[in-house]
């Protein structure tokens, strides 16, 4: 049951991140509007299963006005709220705390600001840990995003004793499967036959974009809410006719290599890396599956 919605506010963001699903950055222009906000919050209503709706992106603060806007408005019809944002807005505490007074107001349940080497173009930067203690200082539940660029380790124990492991949190999905793979351990494609990380079957949340996609993994579309209102898209959602979620739950990553016949490499580092590679050949195919373009970095 789907008890969760996230709001991809912007697809405009600060950084241009390396690890990044959806290829976010400066020049990405899709934005929700307000009317777009209150239909969507409307479609939630309707739904009637969702209890909590995050606004992040990109990055929701560059759309101050529109995000505050869009807090009420999920207040207003009684859903919790939540935030995710790197917190460049936050040049020091005290400024923090004017910009998140307003917040603080709305009683917003999740502060979550991504603090790590990826959001930080100068590890001198202290926005990150500002915005965090001006939320703390207001009594606002705050928690930070912490992923670190891949490393390699040697697992001691069980049965893969020996094999490298990767660390660092990456998923290498969007501009991390297109950045962040070379040089790492890879595994044979016929052992990626599961998607270890989402629920297609039957999701608990999705990111909902401003063209309308509802994402049940970032760039994968189980419809669009500017089509088809979200009750209906989540009502008529078959995973297993879907041409992408279904094959992935068939058979994972290299399920949907061969029910598409596609021609790939014989091992990729995981299989969010064999995933999205696949998707994107199949983008041209399923434009309204695969979507946005965006998140294949087009
Ligand atoms: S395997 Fe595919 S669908 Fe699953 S989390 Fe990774 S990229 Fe998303």
């Known amino acids: ?78 859903f919790d709220a939540g935030i995710v944002t790197n917190g460049y807005w936050a040049t020091s505490v005290e400024d923090g705390l004017h910009w998140l007074r307003p917040i603080r107001e ?14 930080r173009l100068d590890k001198n930067d202290r926005r990150a840990g500002f915005a965090r203690e001006a939320a703390q200082r207001l009594g606002i539940p705050t928690g930070a995003i912490c992923i670190e ?48 990380h989402e629920d297609l079957l039957s999701p608990e949340r999705v990111h909902v974009d401003a063209y309308g996609n509802v994402h049940l993994c970032q760039g994968l579309s189980m419809g669009n809410i500017w089509e088809k209102a979200l009750p209906d898209v989540v009502h008529d959602y078959d995973a297993h006719r879907h041409p992408i979620a279904g094959p992935l739950l068939r058979g994972g990553p290299i399920g949907l290599v061969k029910e598409h016949g596609l021609a790939i490499s014989d091992c990729y580092v ?14 041209p195919s399923f434009p309204e599956y695969l979507a946005p373009k965006e998140a294949y970095g087009l």
């Open 1 to 78: 049951m789907l008890t969760g919605i996230h709001i991809l506010l912007t697809l405009k963001c600060t950084n241009e991140c390396e690890h990044c699903f959806l290829h976010c950055g400066p020049s990405r222009e899709a934005t929700f509007t307000i009317g777009q906000l209150r239909a969507l919050v409307r479609q939630i209503e309707e739904l009637g299963t969702v209890n909590i709706v995050y606004f992040e992106g990109g990055e929701p603060f560059l759309f101050y006005p529109l995000l505050l806007e869009g807090l009420r408005m999920v207040r207003a019809a009684g």
């Open 106 to 119: 709305l009683d917003i349940v999740d502060f979550s600001v991504s603090d790590d080497e990826f959001h």
């Open 149 to 196: 660029p891949p490393s390699v380790s040697r697992q001691v124990s069980d049965d893969n004793r020996g094999k490298p492991v990767i660390g660092g949190g990456v998923l290498f999905k969007g501009r991390a499967a297109e950045k962040l793979t070379a040089g790492l351990p890879v595994r044979l494609c016929k052992e990626l036959t599961t998607c270890p």
């Open 270 to 283: 995981d299989e969010c890396h064999l995933c999205y590679t696949a998707r994107k050949q199949l983008l």
